[in-house]
């Protein structure tokens, strides 16, 4: 059974820190890359950042960049999303998912995660 499961989420103020993990299991993940999307109330879900389990390589949504880091433990089948300097309007569900390719574009996705909510509060 695939499994994506996120954890991490919560309430945090302005300017903090928060770091998400989504552990895979049920398929092979190095096959895969695994992406961070999310979705605020009344708006499309958005691609985050993703990184590639094959080479490492990463991509970031320009509302992220600078602020948010992708990491990825193979041995452990898990990805990080360490969330710095976090705004009012980073607070959305955040998901992960298993990708065909690393890209911020939510139709590569093949597997979903069922969700984490990140409340950042001003």
């Known amino acids: 059974e695939v499994q994506l499961v996120e954890s991490g989420g919560g309430l945090v103020q302005a300017g903090g820190s928060l770091r998400l993990s989504c552990a895979a299991s049920g398929f092979t993940f190095d096959d895969y890359a695994i992406g961070w999307f999310r979705q605020a109330p009344g708006k499309e879900r958005e691609g985050v950042s993703c990184i590639s389990s094959s080479d490492g390589s990463t991509a970031y949504a320009d509302s992220v960049k600078g602020r948010f880091t992708i990491s990825s433990d193979n041995a452990k089948n898990t990805v990080y999303l360490q969330m710095n300097s976090l705004k009012p309007e980073d607070t959305a569900v955040y998901y992960c998912?298993?990708?065909?390719?690393?890209?911020?574009?939510?139709?590569?996705?093949?597997?979903w995660g069922q969700g984490t909510q990140v409340t950042v509060s001003s």
């Open positions: 998912a298993a990708q065909w390719s690393c890209t911020v574009v939510a139709g590569t996705v093949v597997y």
